[in-house]
């Protein structure tokens, strides 16, 4: 993933985490610091899934605790 | 002409139930084309068994099927070629108006959240549950889907089930209560506190402030509104409570010749009684807040749950319902 899909990603989450993308804060915890439930965590990866037309396998879904993980998982699917 | 789609995968007695209402509702629609979505060898057997055929049927063919216990959303992701995700792409390609199903409830609102996706203003689709009250029948929302609510989630479901009340009973200006801990206003969690308030800003619903669980079969308020946890509690107990109470009185009526012939004397009086509680008549629940019309009956659905389902779907197409949503959000 280059750059600007990394930046891309950045502001899907920050979308959900109701946050600026310069204020993301990549250690933070999707449940315990963003107060997303698991139906957001859900919309998120569908989302990113549509716009970089990747598919995530279920069993990497259950990994995805905050912010890293989630750009980690997605950038490399 | 309709196009409505039924599962006939999802119910818990076998196809001939469903079958047997499509049979009966085509017969009575002339304007009505039934899409079936299930296996489509033993659907045409089934069809060919009560020598029925129509080009007002089609069938489309799926060989996986959710079950109660799979995960919802990886179920969704992984099956597709289950009845409900392959009914959930023509719904939204608009190659069907509707869709009935008596599958996993979870999966239901999974393609509704992330397939159908909520209308604008909406952020979870919602299942309300009709129950029969002493007086007209009641919308209990949330009966159990969100467990984990927000505030502005349920004055969404009172919006939702406002106009889902007014045009399934025809009813203008549904009254609606809060569900808490006492009547007064100070009353409740933080949750319902903060509910009051916006409810109670809205002037075009018919708040009557919050009600009491203990008041809810009188037919105090048309609709209730409540996060899933406290909405499927309440349910669970009425139901539980309703079917312990019957099952005394059958007891009491066998334990003696005497109490027997009075059983007897009271049956009639008593099946009138039962049938004005039988929440089948009013068909499914539909999912509220989401971009087309799925509704939801129970898995051990029969012929006539299913002819009452087909029925309130055409009557809540002719309504336009999701326009309705769609244009007071």
Same mark, same amino acid.
Request: aromatic share 8%; charged share 25%.
């Given at each position: 993933?280059? @750059?600007?899909? %990394?930046?891309?990603?950045?502001?899907?989450?920050?979308?959900?985490?109701?946050?600026? %993308?310069?204020?993301?804060?990549? #250690? @933070?915890?999707?449940?315990?610091?963003?107060?997303?439930?698991?139906?957001?965590?859900?919309?998120?990866?569908?989302?990113?899934?549509?716009?970089?037309?990747?598919?995530?396998? #279920?069993?990497?879904?259950?990994?995805?605790?905050? %912010?890293?993980? @989630?750009? #980690?998982?997605?950038?490399?699917? | 002409?309709?196009?409505?789609?039924?599962?006939?995968?999802?119910?818990?007695?076998?196809?001939?139930?469903?079958?047997?209402?499509?049979?009966?509702?085509?017969?009575?629609?002339?304007?009505?084309?039934?899409?079936?979505?299930?296996?489509?060898?033993? *659907?045409?057997?089934?069809?060919?068994?009560k020598n029925f055929e129509s080009n007002k049927v089609e069938l489309i063919d799926c060989n996986?099927?959710?079950? =109660?216990?799979?995960?919802?959303? !990886?179920? &969704?992701?992984? +099956?597709?070629?289950?009845?409900?995700? +392959?009914?959930?792409?023509?719904?939204?390609?608009?190659? *069907?108006?509707?869709?009935?199903?008596?599958?996993?409830?979870?999966?239901?609102?999974?393609?509704?959240?992330?397939?159908? +996706?909520? &209308?604008?203003?909406?952020?979870?689709?919602?299942?309300?549950?009709?129950?029969?009250?002493?007086?007209?029948? =009641?919308?209990? &929302?949330?009966?159990?889907? /969100?467990?984990?609510?927000?505030?502005?989630?349920?004055?969404?479901?009172?919006?939702?089930?406002? &106009?889902?009340?007014?045009?399934? !009973?025809?009813?203008? /200006?549904?009254?609606?209560?809060l569900l808490s801990v006492g009547t007064e206003e100070n009353k409740g969690n933080n949750l319902?506190?903060?509910?009051?308030?916006? *409810?109670?800003?809205?002037?075009?619903?018919?708040?009557?402030?919050?009600?009491?669980?203990?008041?809810?079969?009188?037919?105090?308020?048309?609709?209730?509104?409540?996060?899933?946890?406290?909405?499927?509690? !309440?349910?669970?107990?009425?139901?539980?409570?309703?079917? $312990? *109470?019957?099952? $005394?009185?059958?007891?009491?009526?066998?334990?003696?010749?005497?109490? =027997? $012939?009075?059983?007897? $004397?009271?049956?009639?009086?008593? +099946?009138?009684?039962?049938?004005?509680?039988?929440?089948?008549?009013?068909?499914?629940?539909?999912?509220?807040?989401?971009?087309?019309?799925?509704?939801?009956?129970?898995?051990?659905?029969?012929?006539?749950?299913?002819?009452?389902?087909?029925?309130?779907?055409?009557?809540?197409?002719?309504?336009?319902?999701?326009?309705? !949503?769609?244009?007071?959000?």
């Amino acid at each position: 993933m280059d @750059a600007n899909n %990394v930046n891309k990603l950045k502001e899907i989450i920050a979308k959900f985490a109701k946050t600026d %993308v310069d204020k993301l804060d990549l #250690n @933070a915890d999707f449940k315990n610091d963003l107060h997303l439930d698991s139906i957001d965590l859900f919309q998120l990866i569908i989302e990113a899934e549509e716009t970089f037309k990747i598919k995530i396998e #279920n069993s990497q879904l259950l990994k995805i605790k905050t %912010v890293n993980d @989630a750009l #980690n998982i997605i950038q490399n699917a | 002409m309709y196009n409505i789609g039924i599962d006939a995968m999802g119910g818990d007695n076998g196809l001939e139930f469903c079958i047997d209402a499509i049979i009966s509702s085509l017969k009575k629609h002339d304007d009505l084309k039934i899409t079936i979505f299930g296996n489509a060898i033993e *659907i045409k057997e089934c069809f060919k068994s009560k020598n029925f055929e129509s080009n007002k049927v089609e069938l489309i063919d799926c060989n996986q099927k959710i079950e =109660m216990n799979d995960h919802p959303v !990886f179920a &969704i992701r992984e +099956k597709t070629n289950s009845s409900i995700v +392959k009914a959930s792409n023509m719904l939204k390609e608009n190659s *069907i108006d509707a869709f009935i199903s008596a599958g996993s409830t979870g999966a239901l609102i999974a393609i509704a959240q992330f397939v159908l +996706k909520p &209308i604008a203003g909406v952020d979870r689709p919602v299942l309300g549950a009709i129950i029969p009250t002493n007086n007209m029948p =009641m919308i209990l &929302i949330d009966s159990g889907c /969100n467990v984990d609510s927000k505030a502005t989630w349920l004055y969404q479901y009172a919006k939702l089930s406002n &106009i889902y009340y007014k045009l399934m !009973f025809d009813k203008e /200006n549904p009254t609606i209560g809060l569900l808490s801990v006492g009547t007064e206003e100070n009353k409740g969690n933080n949750l319902t506190k903060e509910t009051y308030k916006l *409810i109670k800003e809205d002037s075009s619903l018919n708040f009557i402030g919050n009600v009491e669980a203990r008041d809810l079969m009188y037919g105090i308020c048309d609709i209730v509104v409540t996060d899933g946890f406290a909405g499927n509690v !309440f349910l669970k107990t009425y139901e539980g409570t309703a079917t $312990l *109470i019957l099952r $005394l009185i059958k007891d009491e009526i066998k334990s003696s010749f005497l109490s =027997m $012939l009075g059983g007897l $004397l009271i049956k009639p009086k008593l +099946k009138k009684l039962l049938s004005k509680y039988d929440a089948t008549i009013y068909g499914g629940a539909p999912i509220l807040g989401t971009n087309a019309l799925i509704i939801k009956i129970h898995g051990n659905s029969k012929t006539g749950e299913y002819i009452s389902s087909i029925e309130q779907t055409i009557s809540l197409l002719n309504k336009n319902l999701i326009n309705n !949503f769609k244009y007071s959000f």
